[in-house]
Every structure is written in C-alpha cells, then in structure tokens.
C-alpha cells in the first residue's frame, strides 16, 4: 500500500506533541509555520520549547502523557525514544480516529512529513514513505537550486489573475487556454531580473488578448 499525498490546514487547529527534546523542538517549529495551535506534553523540555510556552505561542503540560490528552485533538505528534510508548500512543490514536506520527518509527506512524521545497504559495514535497528520509532530503537540496524564489513570486502573479480570469469569462473551456498560456509564458527570466512590473505586463497582454 502507497500512501495518499495530502495538504492539510493547520490553521487554528489543535495538535499535541509528545516530547520535550530537540526532534520535537523541530516539529514544534515547524507546526508553528503553518498557525497550527500547539500542546506539548512532557516532564523536561528543550530551552527553546520552555520560552515558547513562556511566551504563551504553546501550551506546555510538564508531566508524562496519559490518555485524556488526546482529547479534542487534530493530529499528534510522537517524539520520543521509546518504541513502547510510541506504539502504545499510536493505538490510542487510531482507536480514536487522530492521525497520528510518530518520529523515526514508521510502522507507529498514519503519516510521514515529507521534506519540502517551498517558495511562498508553491510547495513541493518529496516522500519516501519514511524509507528513506535522507534520500529525501537529498532530493528536496538537488530540487531547491532548480525551484527558484521566481516561481513562488509567478505563482502568486498567476493566482491574482486566476480570480479576475475567473469573474471576466463565464466559459470553462476559454479559462483553461488562458491559463495555459500564462503557466507557458517566459517571464521567470524578468521576475528572476526584478522586473516584476514588465512580468505582470507580459501575462496582462496575454489576457487581454482573450478579453477583447
């Protein structure tokens, strides 16, 4: 069985992090990125986990998990060294329905977080199923010289002009050849220029050329 790739919206939503230590301290991190609110049980914690609940940006519950944490819970995440905790928390997960991973133990494990390139509205993931995440991080280094910032800044241009391509022209089969025809413009070499402006001119005449 391969896994099913999927985006999700943390956004406000509850996650629980088992862990005190510095793997979790990385997830924490991460999770923050994407507005995700974030719960860590654990007795001790990283000094950067300990000033973030401090802050108030997490909420730290300083004792060993039991099962009512899971309460409420959107995803969680299993950061310890021990494969008897780990596993003992992923059936309680499962049993519950919470999509569940736990670090570095992939048959404990719902998902896997893939190693990602992301440049503002545009993310590429790479994913070896957890077999291999140091060839995925090889990949996501290869790929990060290729996928320059310029495509994050087109594709944000491309969004904008979608929603005004959107209300403008009523038929399906039109809107798919302009959008064609934008994501096969050359204009990477100006954004890559700083020409943003002659960028957005060269798609604008590209539109207005279905729009008269």
């Excluded at 310890?80 to 905790?85: A, E, G, L, M, Y």
């Excluded at 990060?144 to 929603?163: A, F, P, S």
């Amino acid at each position: 069985m391969h896994l099913f790739p999927i985006n999700i919206n943390l956004h406000n939503k509850q996650c629980l992090v088992i862990g005190g230590g510095q793997v979790a301290g990385r997830k924490i991190s991460n999770l923050l990125l994407y507005g995700a609110i974030i719960t860590v049980v654990s007795p001790g914690a990283e000094k950067e986990i300990a000033s973030l609940a401090l802050q108030g940006t997490i909420i730290w519950i300083q004792r060993n998990f039991v099962e009512e944490d899971l309460r409420d819970k959107f995803l969680v995440f299993i950061a310890t060294d021990d494969n008897n905790i780990n596993q003992y928390i992923s059936q309680l997960c499962q049993r519950k329905g919470i999509l569940v991973n736990a670090v570095d133990d992939p048959p404990n494990c719902d998902f896997y977080v893939p190693a990602v390139v992301r440049r503002g509205s545009l993310t590429v993931s790479i994913s070896t199923e957890g077999k291999s995440p140091l060839m995925a991080k090889k990949l996501r280094q290869e790929l990060e010289k290729i996928i320059t910032m310029e495509y994050g800044v087109l594709v944000d241009i491309l969004g904008e002009q979608r929603e005004i391509i959107k209300t403008r022209i009523e038929d399906i089969e039109t809107r798919q050849k302009i959008f064609r025809e934008l994501v096969d413009l050359d204009v990477l070499e100006l954004l890559a220029a700083g020409e943003e402006e002659r960028a957005r001119e060269r798609i604008k005449e590209c539109i207005s050329f279905w729009l008269d």
